[in-house]
Nanobody, 126 residues
């Protein structure tokens, strides 16, 4: 059984920073591609960033490129999302997700992910 637990969300002023963590457990999760998604009230869930199993290949949504950084520490079974220069429009519930076994590269499509965390709220005040 694969479990994902996000942490690090909170309230921050515009221009500030937060680092989200996603602690993973279960079989061979360190070999899974991972992604961060977010969902704002009244909006569909959207992809924020993806990372392949080794951390050597990362992709970002245009809206966060240059401000957010996704990384992973497979020894600690943890994936991170460093968020800088936060804007009010970044306010959302942030979810980490893992693709299933055999999928080593990330994807921007939520349907491609088999495992999800419970989410962590990020609120950016203006």
């Amino acid at each position: 059984q694969v479990q994902l637990v996000e942490s690090g969300g909170g309230l921050v002023q515009a221009g500030g920073s937060l680092r989200l963590s996603c602690a993973t457990s279960g079989r061979a999760v360190s070999r899974y591609a991972m992604g961060w998604f977010r969902q704002a009230p009244g909006k569909e869930r959207e992809s924020v960033a993806t990372i392949n199993w080794s951390g050597g290949s990362v992709y970002y949504a245009d809206s966060v490129k240059g401000r957010f950084t996704i990384s992973r520490d497979n020894a600690k079974n943890t994936v991170y999302l460093q968020m800088n220069s936060l804007k009010p429009e970044d306010t959302a519930v942030y979810y980490c997700a893992a693709r299933g076994p055999g999928y080593y590269t990330g994807s921007f499509y939520s349907d491609d992910y088999d495992y999800w965390g419970q989410g962590t709220q990020v609120t950016v005040s203006s």
